[in-house]
């Protein structure tokens, strides 16, 4: 008899308030990537008068983000809750029928899951599947786990760092476990930079800068945010010294050059590292939050004495906001002063630090286990989706590493 994840092709999934990262999981590769990567975004024209491109009045992921200047932009998920129910099914419509051209009724799903996710929302992801998609199974993955099963992070002790657009998870994991009661999340991540660049560009004189991007940044919509969001990917990085590096500009100011969309340019210099210097002392947005870097010690801390060593020298960076320039090194110098003097930091990002996530689950999927693992559809029909909770060990039993490999 075949096992059930021969039958079925297994579709991973990692939806982020950003980008929703998709692709089948594919055994015969060492190297797995997600087949699409797709903007967690949804818009609708601004005037329902003017036909929009094919006179839709709907528009999602990638298509929203071309044609952005006609619609009003709107993510369904915030801070790891989803506030639109309807935006979401289309970004996993679009993530399935026009990117992978998959039939999910024909497909498994393995479902990266964050720590903190309200149980109702993850039964009503479940449900949706199982109504709407038709799968024939599903799987709920921790999120901060996925990663210990990527090729080359591949361990056992880990201090897993996402940091993503929304929402910073930091999950201590030792010997396959992880140690939920101290792992830590903050809003502090992405868009916080996001903000803090669009204040700091809307300060800057106007005939100094250009004023096109000042003109289009007098209101904070999300489609000012998406444009603030590329100049930050282009031009942002970490200062390991940002007062240090605000007085070498005064001295020899830097420019860098950052063409927008309608072909117009805008010069930035200590925007560039002053906006990711919220990452690290949240108090410049009026925030009460703790900086990455104490927060990443508080949570090694906090952890029994004898994991502490093993956790500073496992420590990995994933997420998108964790490839800008010079984030790694700035942590890594936080946490040498931060900890005590005979501890050895080891700190690495993986080479795919944005998709890791996914290709951890794509592993993870062609595990020889893994189709035994998966709630059928079968089980779903008896228990209903509530079953999740126990059977993915949301509940009371400890996550583990070995559970599902
Ligand atoms: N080169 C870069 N420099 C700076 N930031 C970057 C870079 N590349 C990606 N980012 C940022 O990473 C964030 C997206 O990361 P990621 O895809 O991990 O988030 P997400 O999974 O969608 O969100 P979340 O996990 O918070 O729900 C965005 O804020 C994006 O601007
Ligand atoms: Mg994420």
């Known amino acids: ?10 579709i991973v999934l990692d939806v982020g308030a950003c980008s929703t990262k998709v692709g089948y999981s594919d055994i015969d590769t060492d190297d797995p990537e997600p087949q699409a990567v797709v903007p967690t975004l949804v818009g609708v024209p601004i005037n329902p008068d003017i036909p929009v491109m094919g006179c839709k009045s709907y528009f999602v992921g990638d ?43 024909e497909s498994s799903i393995l479902m990266a899951d964050k720590m903190f996710s309200p149980r109702k929302q993850r039964e009503r992801i479940c449900e949706m599947m199982f109504e709407q998609f038709d799968v024939q199974g599903y799987f709920v993955a921790l999120q901060s786990l996925l990663p210990m099963f990527d090729n080359e992070v591949n361990r056992e002790t880990a201090l897993i760092v996402d940091i993503g657009h929304d929402i910073t998870e930091i999950t201590p ?6 140690l939920v ?32 991007l000042h003109r289009r940044l007098l209101s904070d919509t999300l489609n000012d945010l998406e444009l603030v969001r590329e100049v930050k990917e282009g031009c942002c990085h970490v200062a390991l010294d940002c007062q240090e590096k605000r ?8 420019v860098e050059t950052f063409q927008l969309p309608d072909g117009s340019e805008i010069l930035l210099d200590e925007e560039c590292f002053r906006a990711p210097e919220v990452l690290f002392d949240p108090s410049i947005i009026g925030s009460t939050a703790v900086g990455l870097s104490q927060l990443i010690y508080d949570t090694i801390m906090s952890c029994p004495i004898e994991t502490r060593r093993s956790l500073y020298q496992n420590i990995v960076l994933v997420g998108g906001t964790s490839t800008m320039n010079g984030l790694p090194e700035r942590i890594e110098q936080d946490l040498s002063a931060l900890a005590p003097e005979s501890i050895h930091i080891d700190l690495g990002i993986a080479d795919n630090a944005d998709t890791v996530t996914w290709t951890g689950g794509s592993c993870l999927a062609s595990s020889v286990q893994f189709g035994s693992s998966l709630l059928s ?29």
């Open 181 to 212: 009661h101290q792992a830590r999340r903050t809003g502090i991540s992405g868009r916080s930079v996001d903000e803090k660049l669009a204040q700091l560009l809307t300060e800057t004189t106007i005939s100094s800068r250009g004023d096109n």
């Open 173 to 178: 994991v030792h010997e396959g476990f992880v």
């Open 377 to 405: 559809r079968d089980h779903y029909d008896e228990y209903g989706s509530g079953i999740i909770h126990s059977k993915f060990y949301f509940d009371d039993k400890p996550y583990s590493k070995s559970l599902f490999s």
């Open 63 to 105: 298509e929203a983000r071309k044609i952005r200047g006609s619609l009003k932009l709107t993510r369904p998920i915030r801070n790891g809750i989803i506030h639109d129910w309807d935006a979401f099914e289309e970004i996993l419509q679009c993530a399935f029928m026009n990117e992978l051209r998959a039939n999910p009724a």
């Open 1 to 10: 008899m075949s096992s059930f994840s021969e039958d079925y092709q297994t």
């Open 247 to 254: 007085l070498e500009y005064e001295v020899d100011t830097v």
